[in-house]
T-cell receptor
């Protein structure tokens, strides 16, 4: 099994729909992150969580919410999807200081029509 | 604040050529880590290397090498004798501890360089 698992891998949804992207990890790390990738913009941080009770906004959190259900699970929700949220979404986890790198999931390709 | 700049949007080379991908970073923190990731057409992110701010020793791994220069805030990546399988988007990234500026412990990415290696 992968260290970081994202579901679904691909999703097409309609404008205005609520959608949840799920992420689970087996690394045993406290820190988890959600990033969004758009062509030419690299990966930008949406939300991050340093432990179950610590959730923080990243640079582009508007239109998104998250839930940290357990140490191993971190979900990203789009309450009312809009077309400019079409992107590739990555979940990641890291150890306390990130010294040993960040482990990424395989990504969720979301299309909002 | 921290920032990573990859000025080269796209590079095209012919197989067996050497190619260098540039990365310039900004941070006021003295403790930070730099990373390179590879994103092949399949989309996943593949970790290549991590370097801490106290270790300026260059590193070589097979055809890959990295040149870290704090004096110019650069962490450049060279592929020697490029191959078609090297075709991918390459990201440079930075995380700082936030001791001086706050907001640390989050990975910040550059915008990536698309490398195309042709026969």
């Amino acid at each position: 099994d992968a260290d970081v698992t994202q579901t679904p891998r691909n999703r097409i949804t309609k404008t205005g729909k609520r959608i949840m992207l799920e992420c689970s990890q087996t690394k045993g790390h406290d820190r988890m992150y959600w990033y969004r990738q758009d062509p030419g913009l690299g990966l930008r941080l949406i939300y991050y969580s340093f432990d179950v009770k610590d959730i923080n906004k990243g640079e582009i959190s508007d239109g998104y919410s998250v839930s940290r259900q357990a140490q191993a699970k971190f979900s990203l929700s789009l309450e009312s999807a809009i077309p400019n949220q079409t992107a590739l979404y990555f979940c990641a986890t890291s150890d306390f200081q990130g010294r040993y790198g960040y482990t990424f999931g395989s990504g969720t390709r979301l299309t909002v029509v | 604040a921290q920032k990573v700049t990859q000025a080269q949007t796209e590079i095209s080379v012919v197989e067996k050529e050497d190619v260098t991908l540039d990365c310039v970073y900004e941070t006021r923190d003295t403790t930070y880590y730099l990373f390179w990731y590879k994103q092949p057409p399949s989309g996943e992110l593949v970790f290549l290397i991590r370097r801490n701010s106290f270790d300026e020793q260059n590193e070589i791994s097979g055809r890959y090498s990295w040149n870290f220069q704090k004096s110019t805030s650069s962490f450049n990546f060279t592929i020697t004798a490029s191959q078609v399988v090297d075709s991918a988007v390459y990201f440079c990234a930075l995380v700082h501890r936030g001791k001086l500026t706050g907001g640390g412990n989050k990975l910040t990415f550059g915008t990536g360089t698309q490398l195309k290696v042709e026969l």
